[in-house]
Structure formats: C-alpha cells, structure tokens
C-alpha cells in the first residue's frame, strides 16, 4: 500500500512558474513508476509527465520543454517543476504511483489545483 500527498498548487499568472511535490509513505518508493496527471472540469484525466523506477521520463506534448519531472528516493517524493505556466495549464494535477512488477498496485493522490490566470 502506498499513500501519496500531493502539494505546492496555488494560483499563478502566465508565465510564472510552480512545483508540485508528491510525496509518497508506507512502500518502497524507488520500486514505483510515478505519474503526473491533470484533470480540467468537463474533461478527462491525462498523463503530464512520468518518471520510471530507473528516471526514464516522458512527457506530454503540451507540457514538453516547459514541465520537468524528477525523483529523490531518499525522500520518497516525486516533484512537476512547471515552467511558462499557460491558462490551458488549469486544472487539479494528481500524482499516481505503479508498481514497476505490477499494474494492480496502482495508487493516487488527493490531487492539487493548479490555477493560471491573471
């Protein structure tokens, strides 16, 4: 069982910047994929970045060059460096973890708003 807490959404204007923070209890962490996705009202929810137990990332196409995912497993914890923030950026971002043997063990956060406007 894995429990994820995710932080550091907040109200921005364009162009500015935020990181998010998931930080992860109760598994060994570095044994987990972890993801970052977003949901926007009335839309689905989709794949912002991910990070592999080994640090292999892949990015969305409307985040790359401006969205940076990174990990430290000494503290459990996965962070979104998000960069030239856009209106379109809107939504609640969640963090999700997978075990790397196995899609069952899958986990989400509570989610974090993240709102861009001016």
């Known amino acids: 069982q894995v429990q994820l807490v995710e932080s550091g959404g907040g109200l921005v204007q364009p162009g500015g910047s935020l990181r998010l923070s998931c930080a992860a209890s109760g598994s060994i962490f570095r044994l987990y994929n972890v993801g970052w996705y977003r949901q926007a009202p009335g839309k689905q929810r989709d794949l912002v970045a991910g990070?592999?137990?080994?640090?292999?990332?892949n990015y969305g196409d409307s985040v790359k060059g401006r969205f940076t995912i990174s990990r430290d497993n000494a503290k459990s914890t996965v962070y979104l460096q998000m960069n030239s923030l856009k209106p379109e950026d809107t939504a609640v971002y969640y963090c999700n973890a997978q075990h790397w043997q196995s899609s069952a063990r899958s986990y989400w956060g509570q989610g974090t708003q993240v709102t861009v406007s001016s």
């Open positions: 990070i592999t137990t080994g640090g292999t990332t």
